[in-house]
């Protein structure tokens, strides 16, 4: 079967490229962790680090954290890191999730159009902020993806008593990037976590208007995936991996994460800290 | 359009320039959906043969359920792979999850019926005639299907072309049960979305230019086969 033969020639090599399967479970960690961890490209220099020092081979699954977390809690990861602190406690109370520990923060800031139709740039309070924004029914794009981002815009509105609704409330359903453009496009608001928005900046025409307000700190935990919640998980390895994050020379290496591209580092190392510290 | 012509000179400096990324990734997606397509004839083929030529009760459903599954949504069989791939899934023993065997085989669900669907096509438009035709002749049942399947092998190229075609442009699936891990299960078409995701539109371009441009050359060289016997 002559036509074929390109094929088998590209397929030839298929088998190198195919791993068996690992049979020697322990030797992989599976990471369930947020898109913006993978997008601010952090874990792109941390993982291959610890794979290094440790000689453990990492699986990253970037999802929401939502997500992240609801697969850790079927016992389809074994660690996770995430930003909803919220939520977290609620799945280790629940004892999904084992040794939550702060790992580094960043934080969100709430973006809009320049002309600021909402009148909220400067405004102390981010619940005020979203306040002035409902009552003008002014254009708000939402990630509306269960995301860590989404669940403290939605910790924000309950605070500020409102209940966002169309027309002026549009849930994009996607990550931050993409919410991002359709904001700019929309000319409309919305809370981005900051190192998103500096990856964005040169694209899109919205300046940060709220910043600096203690909710809209974002929080970053490590937790480690209980091994009663599934037959396979590889509480060690995730162990192992939780335990490197929190060690001086990562945190040193999450400090200075981003300056060289961003003229700031993109997040604050916490190892040590409780949440009542903030 | 600047942004267009970025991302397409882009694409030439990353490939030019060897670098070990892109390669890698290319490479990837090629070997997966080569690998899958194959698989898929393997499967499609004979299964397009019986189905064009048996004739059994249920027969007309089995087709009917073959068109449907040249459709199938890329995301939902990636959705019920990934599930029956998951560690407290049906095959969770295997740990084949985030794998390019996993890939393989979302793609392989993807394509089969496409292949099955087409060469089912091409072994039914051979005339009824000629099939009778070869059994006067004295031609045994395998011999005369062995004709057959020769006779119907440039509209099965098509098959060929589709099923790859299919599998190294699908995102959802490949997304799902590889999870675009760095080195081991990125694909063009993940690696597309991750840059996309990270506001690094030239790069996303240039691997989306780069994507084409294997589909092309692929299709290219199924094309210059199948045109070749033509003349």
Redo the contacts between chains.
């Keep these: 079967m002559r036509p074929f033969s390109l094929f088998l020639l590209l397929a030839m090599s298929a088998p190198a490229a195919l791993p068996a399967p690992a049979t020697a479970q322990s030797s992989t960690v599976i990471l369930s962790t947020t898109t913006s961890t993978q997008d601010s490209g952090l874990l792109e220099v941390l993982v291959p680090m610890f794979e290094k020092q440790s000689g453990l081979s990492v699986k990253t699954i970037s999802v929401g954290t939502g997500q992240a977390l609801a697969l850790a809690a079927r016992g389809e990861a074994d660690v996770t890191l995430a930003h909803a602190p919220a939520l977290e406690r609620k799945f280790v109370e629940d004892g999904k999730m084992l040794n939550r520990r702060l790992v580094m923060y960043n934080d969100f800031v709430i973006i809009g159009p320049e002309d600021d139709p909402a009148r909220i740039k400067g405004t102390p309070k981010a619940v005020d902020a979203l306040k002035k924004l409902a009552a003008t029914g002014s254009r708000f794009v939402s990630r509306g993806d269960k995301s860590g981002t989404h669940a403290l815009e939605l910790a924000l509105w309950k605070q500020a008593g409102i209940e966002p609704a169309a027309p002026w409330y549009i849930e994009s359903g996607q990550g931050m990037g993409a919410t991002l453009s359709i904001a700019n496009d929309r000319r409309a608001y919305t809370i981005t976590d900051r190192a998103t928005f500096l990856a964005f900046q040169k694209r899109i025409a919205l300046p940060i208007l709220v910043e600096k307000d203690r909710p809209l700190l974002n929080i970053y935990s490590v937790m480690e995936v209980n091994p009663a919640n599934g037959p396979r998980v590889n509480a060690a390895g995730g162990k192992a991996l939780a335990d490197w994050m929190l060690t001086p020379e990562v945190q040193g290496v999450i400090r200075t994460f981003g300056v060289d591209k961003y003229g700031q580092a993109l997040f604050v190392p916490i190892a040590g800290k409780k949440d009542e510290d903030f | 359009m600047g942004l267009i012509l970025d991302g397409v000179l882009q694409a030439f400096r990353l490939l030019l320039a060897g670098d070990p990324e892109v390669w890698r990734i290319t490479?990837?997606s090629?070997?997966?959906s080569?690998?899958a397509?194959?698989l898929a004839?393997a499967v499609g083929i004979p299964a397009g043969t019986l189905l064009a030529l048996a004739r059994f009760p249920g027969r007309a459903l089995v087709i009917s359920l073959v068109n449907t599954g040249m459709g199938l949504p890329p995301v939902v069989v990636g959705l019920f792979v990934t599930i029956v791939l998951?560690?407290?899934g049906l095959l969770?023993a295997?740990?084949?999850?985030?794998?390019?065997?996993a890939m393989?085989l979302a793609q392989l669900v993807i394509a089969a019926p496409i292949v099955t669907g087409l060469t089912l096509a091409a072994v039914q438009q051979i005339p009824d005639r000629f099939r009778l035709q070869l059994l006067a002749l004295g031609a045994s049942r395998v011999q005369m299907t062995w004709v057959l399947i020769k006779e119907a092998?440039l509209p099965m190229?098509a098959a060929?072309m589709a099923g790859?075609g299919g599998v190294i442009s699908e995102v959802g699936a490949s997304m799902m049960v590889g999870?675009?891990?760095?080195g081991?299960t990125r694909v063009l078409t993940t690696a597309t979305v991750?840059e996309?995701?990270?506001?690094n539109?030239d790069v996303a371009i240039a691997l989306s230019v780069i994507l084409l441009a294997i589909t092309f050359l692929?299709n290219w060289?199924?094309t210059w086969?199948?045109q070749r016997r033509r003349v």
């Design positions: 490479l990837l090629l070997r997966i080569a690998t397509t194959l004839l998951w560690r407290n969770g295997l740990e084949l999850l985030y794998t390019p065997t393989v092998r190229l060929l790859f999870g675009n891990i760095k081991s991750l996309t995701g990270k506001g539109f692929v060289a199924l086969i199948q």
